[in-house]
């Protein structure tokens, strides 16, 4: 079993930086995929960008890329989102997942966090 706990939410505005973190505990996760996804009200939840824990390669979905950035730290198990020039449509609560084996876009991971609201407001 995986846990995984999101935190740094809150309410922002229009440009503004937030980061996100992902603490994973349970067993190792050096085999793992973890990804941040997010789901608007409404909306169904939609992957946002990807790491692979071995050799770090991301992938990232074309609504964020170039404004947010994934980044892990080995030595506490943590997978960081930071968000740079938040707009209003990326008001969603963000989740932490983790999956064994290769990156996938889709909501096919094992393993979810509770997640933590972002809003961000015009």
């Known amino acids: 079993q995986v846990q995984l706990v999101e935190s740094g939410g809150g309410l922002v505005q229009t440009g503004d930086s937030l980061r996100l973190s992902c603490e994973a505990s349970?067993?190792?996760?050096?085999?793992?995929?973890m990804g941040w996804f997010r789901q608007a009200p409404g909306k169904e939840r939609e992957f946002v960008v990807g790491i692979t824990w071995s050799d770090g390669n991301t992938f990232y979905s074309d609504s964020v890329k170039n404004r947010f950035t994934i980044s892990r730290e080995n030595a506490k198990n943590v997978v960081y989102l930071q968000m740079n020039s938040l707009k209003p449509e990326d008001t969603a609560v963000y989740y932490c997942a983790a999956r064994a084996g290769v990156m996938v876009v889709g909501v096919s991971y094992d393993y979810w966090g509770q997640g933590t609201q972002v809003t961000v407001s015009s």
């Open positions: 349970g067993r190792s996760i050096s085999t793992y995929t």
